[in-house]
Structure formats: structure tokens, C-alpha cells
């Protein structure tokens, strides 16, 4: 997602009708401000912003503070998998993944990288 604050906000309405909210006590809002997002980032090493939700409570969506790649480009290169037969839609690459989790750097995201990587090594012959 591009970090314009119109795109932010869209982003938000969407999310926040399957009822996501911020996890941190914020207004939803204030993401789609990169003053915000910065002082986040400068002042509590924030990088990225977590919602919940009560009614998908597995399933957290993580909000970067920063784009942490050129969208355009990721888009572009992005592999396309079929979710619904005849719907395809864009994944992340693998690299991309990897640096995604890296800058996030909580111990989740260094334990996905381990087995992101360990599957990776299990799946690739030789």
C-alpha cells in the first residue's frame, strides 16, 4: 500500500469495517498523518502499526510505518496465485518477505524468518 495519506485512509475505512482497529491506544486516523507515523517510529520505535479485530481475532493486519519497498515495483514483480478458481491476486516475493520481517524485528517476525528459511532449505532440491 502506497503511504499517501488518501490511500492510508482508504486503507483504514476498508479494514475497519470488518471491524479492525489499532491495537495500540490511538485513533485509527492518526496512521493516515506521516507526522504521526514518524513520531511513532522517532518515539516509540513503532514500524509498524497493528490492527485487530474482535470478529477475525486470528488474523492481525500489520501496517508499515515506512514503505519498506517501492510498491510500484513489488507490484509489478509480484507472483499472482489463485485464491478462488479464476481470481488471482498478487503475493510478495520471498526476499521482499524476508526484508518486510527484518525491519518489523519483533520476535515473531524472527521467528518466521527461521522457518521461512528452514522451509525454504526443505523444499529446495539439493
Known amino acids: ?36 507515523r ?21 488474523t492481525a493486519v500489520d501496517l508499515f510505518i515506512r514503505e519498506p519497498f517501492d510498491f510500484a515495483q513489488e507490484y509489478a514483480a509480484a507472483p499472482r496465485i489463485e485464491l478462488i478458481t479464476g481470481i488471482e491476486t498478487p503475493v510478495v516475493r520471498y526476499e521482499t518477505l524476508l526484508t518486510m520481517k527484518r525491519i518489523a524485528n519483533r520476535p515473531k517476525d524472527i521467528e518466521d524468518i527461521r522457518n521461512l528459511e528452514l522451509a525454504r532449505q526443505t523444499l529446495e532440491p539439493g
Request: zero cysteines; glycine letters at 6%.
Open 38 to 58: 514518524d513520531s511513532w517510529l522517532r518515539e516509540k520505535g513503532m514500524p509498524v502499526f497493528q490492527l485487530v479485530s474482535p470478529r477475525h481475532e486470528e
Open 1 to 36: 500500500m502506497a503511504l499517501d495519506a488518501a490511500n492510508a485512509q482508504r486503507t483504514l475505512d476498508a479494514l475497519g469495517t470488518l471491524g479492525y482497529r489499532p491495537r495500540a491506544p490511538v485513533n485509527a486516523s492518526d496512521f493516515a498523518s506521516a507526522q504521526s
